[in-house]
């Protein structure tokens, strides 16, 4: 048998090979460049981020803002002529601040400085008239804990744990201390505490307290004790004080209000895939926000970077092969019921979902993505590396995504969220600082059309889920 006929056979099948990848490497290149000169020259994110953040304002849950938000961005969904533009129902919680709080320092009667305060998102309001009470400083839930009721009964507790400076990765910094803001008003009303003070979530040393969610779990309304949050710089003062006089006192009115939960909707739009319409890849961002500013990053930003996904595959006439949604989730911020929403909804009509993408980290100079998902379906996109790298494109790393994607989690589905640079988040985050003009176009437009590209390699080579399935 002579060897030479299958040792050219296979050459050509190896070297055709080569050619091939070398092909499809060229072409997704090509795609790339042609998306994110579209996302850069001819992109409506940034247009839309300022009617959400000027013409409408904060999107607090179940506010007039936040209804005019649902309306608007169904009207710029339809604009794009997609297959489908539905609103989804969801009920959510319904929270409000009343007129501005105030608060100061006592050292000695009529002796004060005025503190910067805010309520935080669900606290209660202080008694008619304001707060008054004697404070004492912790550095958090375990250190209240061990001091117990002797000590803590009939004052106001000052949670002062600041996030960890020397933490790279601010969301880790975030997540070691906002257990104080979350929980911190229940646990402190166990031991007879009176009012809480929570120092804000900020790296930064500024003059802007910083909201939250909170929670009092299943304590009776009669047991529940308001909950603000100060500056890092009025967090710092009140500490100082603390150290020359113990018995100082702080004063505190806030007039927020909870009230029946209403109805609200999410904003989905689709574009129906032309090989597996039941296959379905989501793309978004919460479209609600809270109150103090406009919620311009945290998470206006993510809803037009998700809105331009689909508005960037209109314009290059890119018909994809999954079906594309954009899911603009109301209730991020105090509650998760539009996530929850979404997921349960996708269940009862037992759509199948593959990938899910979240923009929910600012819209800050984007640097890569985190991924949920198996080995086997990182190992395939761990090679789309180089594809990026071009536009500064590093982090490909295993870890979380989104709290609005997180509920479609099960063992196919491959969950992805966009890391923007986050040295300056946290400078805005939850603060009336967070505003239209905190957001450099350009750095929204490369957000967009980084989360496009990937958008795009999903759903041209599927999940390894899928490959597998087709293969058997």
Not at 145 to 153: F, N, P, R, T, V
Not at 213 to 238: H, Q, V
Not at 285 to 305: F, N, P, R, Y
Request: glycine share 10%.
């Amino acid at each position: 048998m002579n060897p030479k006929p299958q040792l050219l056979l296979l050459a050509s099948l190896f070297f055709g090979g080569i050619a091939f990848s070398q092909n499809v490497n060229k072409e997704d290149s090509t795609m790339l460049r042609t998306i994110y000169n579209t996302a850069l020259l001819e992109g409506k994110s940034y247009a839309w981020l300022d009617d959400l953040s000027n013409t409408i304002g904060g999107r607090l849950s179940g506010s007039l803002e936040a209804e005019k938000a649902v309306q608007y961005t169904k009207e710029e969904l339809e604009k794009l002529g997609l297959d489908k533009v539905w609103l989804q129902p969801v009920m959510v919680p319904k929270w409000t601040r009343g007129i501005p709080e105030y608060a100061y320092i006592e050292t000695a009667p009529g002796i004060t400085s005025l503190a910067n305060i805010c309520a935080l998102g669900g606290s209660v309001a202080t008694p008619d008239g304001g707060l008054k009470a004697e404070v004492i400083e912790v550095k958090g839930i375990q250190e209240l804990a061990s001091l117990g009721k002797d000590k803590i009964e009939g004052k106001i507790v000052f949670y002062n744990r600041p996030m960890e400076a020397t933490q790279i990765a601010t969301f880790s910094a975030y997540g070691g201390c906002v257990d104080q803001r979350y929980a911190g008003a229940m646990e402190a009303a166990k031991f007879g505490a009176v009012g809480v003070i929570v120092r804000s979530m900020n790296l930064r040393k500024d003059d802007y307290p910083h909201t939250g969610s909170m929670t009092y779990g299943d304590a009776p309304e009669n047991k529940r004790i308001p909950a603000c949050a100060i500056s890092t710089n009025g967090a710092d003062y009140l500490s100082s004080a603390l150290k020359i006089q113990p018995d100082l006192k702080f004063f505190f009115n806030q007039n927020c209000k909870v009230y029946p939960d209403v109805q609200s909707y999410n904003v989905i739009g689709e574009i129906t895939g032309t090989e597996f319409p039941n296959k379905y890849m989501i793309v978004g961002g919460h479209l609600d926000s809270w109150d103090l500013g406009d919620g311009s990053h945290d998470d206006g930003a993510g809803c037009v970077q998700s809105m331009e996904v689909l508005q960037l595959f209109k314009k290059i006439g890119y018909k994809p092969r999954h079906s594309i949604r954009v899911v603009l989730f109301m209730n991020e911020e105090n509650g998760l019921r539009g996530g929850n929403k979404y997921a349960e909804e996708a269940k009862l009509k037992q759509e199948e979902h593959v990938f899910a993408l979240e923009s929910d980290a600012g819209g800050f100079t984007p640097r890569g993505f985190s991924f949920d998902t198996d080995a086997a379906n990182f190992e395939q996109i761990k090679t789309w590396e180089p594809l990026f790298k071009p536009y500064l494109i590093h982090y490909f790393e295993k870890g979380g995504s989104g709290a609005d994607i997180g509920p479609l989690k099960n063992e196919k589905i491959v969950l992805a969220g966009l890391r923007p640079d986050s040295q300056r988040y946290f400078d805005y985050h939850h603060a009336s600082n967070d505003t239209f003009d905190a957001v450099n176009k350009r750095e929204l437009e490369l957000g967009a059309a980084t989360m496009a590209s990937l958008v795009y390699l999903m759903d041209k080579y599927g999940t390894k889920t899928e490959f597998i399935s087709i293969k058997k």
